[in-house]
């Protein structure tokens, strides 16, 4: 199983990418479906991709972990992204 990552940043108010905040999303594909699971860095904490990939990847291989399945829809960042924007943080 190849897991491969995504991260998203918040944009500060001068529209650079902020070194706080955002989310990690690890996921696998199969034929049909795509299985994902994220970890959060709260607005206050510095971002960092190393943290962020262990925890999103060991939430996805923990049988503990609940992980999200959704359908396969190419291109598949754009589907991801469609879904944590609804799903995790309410807005289109």
Same mark, same amino acid.
């Given at each position: 199983?190849?897991v491969k990552?995504?991260h998203i940043?918040?944009?500060? @108010?001068? @529209?650079?990418i902020s070194?706080?905040?955002g989310? *990690?999303?690890?996921y696998? %594909?199969? $034929? *049909?479906?795509? %299985?994902?699971?994220?970890?959060? %860095?709260h607005d @206050?904490? $510095?971002?960092s ?6 925890i999103a990847?060991?939430?996805?291989? #923990? #049988?503990? %972990?609940? *992980?999200?399945?959704?359908?396969l ?6 589907t ?7 799903e995790l943080?309410?807005s289109?």
């Amino acid at each position: 199983m190849t897991v491969k990552f995504m991260h998203i940043r918040k944009l500060n @108010n001068r @529209n650079e990418i902020s070194p706080h905040g955002g989310i *990690t999303i690890a996921y696998t %594909c199969t $034929l *049909t479906e795509i %299985c994902l699971a994220s970890a959060l %860095c709260h607005d @206050n904490d $510095l971002f960092s991709f190393e943290i962020g990939r262990r925890i999103a990847k060991g939430r996805l291989q #923990s #049988s503990k %972990c609940e *992980t999200d399945v959704i359908p396969l829809k190419p291109p598949i960042t754009e589907t991801i992204a469609d879904y944590v924007a609804v799903e995790l943080f309410d807005s289109p």
